[in-house]
């Protein structure tokens, strides 16, 4: 006997279960049954779970997750804009050393000081060479801009993710034991 309201419990939750139609989000939308929901379906569907009206939860995350994509976006667009940038300064240094060295260079031979040559040449070196340097400055401090825009964008996703998938899963709950009417099984959906 109690194997047969073993049974008859599990077969009876197992045709609950089929029937219940469960959430799934995707991305900062919500589908049901495959079919993305619109935003007034949405609404209806967060204004009651488990007696809780969780609209404002869900714009919140919705929110702070669209901002973790921004800056994650930028930040790795930053990143890459700098690294581009500090290759820029870098050949702007190499071929003003270069162009410095043989003016410099040049300049001296003409005088037809030896050492006058070496020197010209040492100097127009480093003019040339530091040409490039406020150039790989801008690009580091892009880099780094960039790197803190995605270091605190990807916590936000995932956190705020986290945030709303917490909210779909109290909408597709089961519960066994205390409910509004005794002690059962209930099924949120």
């Not at 609950?16 to 989000?25: N, S, V």
């Not at 900062?28 to 204004?47: A, N, P, V, W, Y």
């Not at 020197?119 to 790197?147: E, F, S, W, Y």
Request: aromatic share 2%; charged share 15%.
């Amino acid at each position: 006997m109690k194997r047969f309201l073993l049974l008859s419990l599990l077969l009876a939750l197992t045709g609950l279960m089929a029937q219940a139609q469960y959430i799934k989000r995707a991305g900062c939308s919500i589908k049901m049954d495959g079919e993305k929901l619109s935003r007034e379906q949405t609404d209806l569907l967060l204004s009651d779970i488990g007696g809780e009206d969780l609209r404002n939860d869900w714009k919140t995350a919705k929110g702070w997750r669209t901002a973790g994509i921004a800056l994650t976006a930028t930040g790795g667009t930053a990143i890459v804009a700098g690294a581009g940038t500090v290759m820029i300064g870098a050949l702007t240094s190499a071929l003003g050393a270069t162009a410095g060295a043989i003016a410099g260079g040049t300049a001296g031979a003409i005088s037809g000081d030896k050492d006058a040559s070496q020197k010209a040449a040492n100097d127009a070196a480093k003019q040339g060479a530091q040409a490039g340097t406020p150039i790989m400055n801008g690009g580091l401090a892009c880099m780094i801009a960039g790197t803190v825009a995605l270091a605190a964008g990807i916590p936000l996703i995932v956190v705020n993710c986290k945030r709303m998938n917490g909210i779909v899963k109290r909408h597709n709950e089961l519960i066994i034991g205390p409910a509004q009417e005794g002690v059962g099984v209930a099924m949120r959906f």
